[in-house]
């Protein structure tokens, strides 16, 4: 009988971290209860990661990665209409925010717990130089299909428009606690019913 392979020590301490995090945020979890979760020891978890900021770092980078290859796999799925475009990356937020214990967005979350660090000197780098990068990256898309569909006026009215969206559905994530309910789905469906009125109406106008 051929056993399962275990994962190697630094993607156990990152699904550990990962879990631990997701569900309680970053300043409430210390390195010792991620130890203990990920079942190695300290020098298995400092072997790979000095420090919590390193950690944090490949726990936010793991989970935008995913994400990104996620939301690009929903986009090529609506084709090349911008408005569709749209339209399906406000749905794959809403289906993100629907799953069992979601809370939200990792980079947000971490942004709002550690609001001011990042700025001043060393600002290039550390989770918060990650967590900010990352979100102008996920948003990027969304900014071109915007301008595509809506011109160069138009364009940037209707992603912020749907910036507004996007952060209300992570932000309402966000504040559930372990065993709280999703959302409701008519909630949800009505925010990307939103979009897909706003779209309608830039498209007429364009």
């Not at 925010?97 to 550690?114: A, M, Q, S």
Request: with cysteine; proline share 5%.
């Amino acid at each position: 009988m051929v056993g399962t392979a275990k994962p190697d020590v630094r993607e156990r301490i990152l699904d550990a971290a990962g879990r631990l995090f997701y569900a309680r945020g970053v300043r409430a979890v210390g390195m010792q209860e991620i130890i203990d979760e990920a079942g190695t020891g300290k020098s298995g978890l400092y072997g790979h990661f000095a420090t919590k900021d390193d950690l944090v770092e490949a726990y936010l980078e793991r989970w935008s990665t995913a994400l990104a290859a996620s939301a690009d796999r929903a986009l090529r799925e609506a084709g090349g209409d911008p408005g569709d475009r749209i339209v399906a990356a406000v749905t794959h937020v809403g289906q993100r925010v629907l799953r069992e214990g979601g809370r939200g967005c990792p980079l947000r979350n971490y942004l709002v717990e550690f609001p001011g660090s990042g700025d001043g000197a060393g600002a290039g780098s550390g989770p918060s130089a990650l967590a900010r990068r990352r979100l102008r990256e996920s948003r990027a898309e969304v900014d071109r299909a915007a301008r595509e569909l809506a011109g160069p006026v138009g364009g940037p009215v209707l992603a912020e428009q749907v910036r507004l969206v996007v952060d209300g559905l992570f932000a309402r994530a966000a504040r559930r606690s372990p065993g709280d309910d999703a959302p409701p789905v008519d909630a949800v469906l009505a925010a990307v019913e939103m979009v897909r009125t706003m779209v309608a109406h830039h498209r007429d106008r364009s």
